[in-house]
């Protein structure tokens, strides 16, 4: 299912579902976004579920989401994997509307509670989940090799 976001240039946005032809792209914005990238291959061991959304601006996939839900100790947790968006389109909501989307797919798959690693540098990341209401939950030293991540956290209703 697509859903249309409006974003904060104007214009509109959609998210849908991954799919084979997203995963070049996928990859580019990965490799663009991040000092350790997930390689092509972890990308297409997603397809198909559920959270593996992709945000298409103008005909173009902008971001991506990967994400799922586990059972943990009688729980429903959902994960966020890992999301970026184009260096490109950044700033325009992007982000946003696919973390929501994340949000909403995972509380439909039964997700009490949803955390996500963050690098203890991201400031600007970890300002957008403060601003969707996660919360600082531990430090893990040393998690992307050469920086500590923080744990975030935040109950879905």
């Known amino acids: 299912m ?3 976001f409006p974003t904060d240039r104007g214009g509109d946005l959609s998210i849908r579902p991954a799919e084979r032809a997203d995963l070049l792209a996928v990859v580019r914005i990965e490799n663009a976004s991040f000092s350790q990238p997930w390689p092509y291959d972890a990308f297409d061991r997603f397809l198909g ?4 959304l992709v945000a ?3 005909g173009r996939v902008a971001g991506y989401v990967v994400a799922d839900v586990s059972s943990n100790v009688g729980r429903r947790i959902g994960h966020i994997k890992d999301i ?3 260096p490109d389109h950044r700033g325009n909501g992007i982000g946003s509307a696919l ?3 994340a949000l909403a797919v995972m509380a439909a798959h039964g997700a009490d509670s949803v955390k996500l690693e963050v690098r203890r540098s991201n400031d600007k990341a970890k300002r ?3 601003e969707f209401g996660f919360e600082p939950l531990r430090r893990v030293p040393d998690y992307y ?3 500590d991540a923080i744990v975030m956290i935040r ?3």
Request: aromatic content about 8%; charged content about 40%.
């Open 84 to 86: 970026a968006v184009h």
């Open 49 to 52: 579920e559920p959270g593996f």
């Open 56 to 58: 298409v601006d103008d």
């Open 155 to 157: 109950k879905l209703d």
């Open 128 to 130: 957008l989940y403060r």
């Open 145 to 147: 090799d050469d920086e």
């Open 2 to 4: 697509t859903v249309q």
């Open 99 to 101: 973390l929501s989307r």
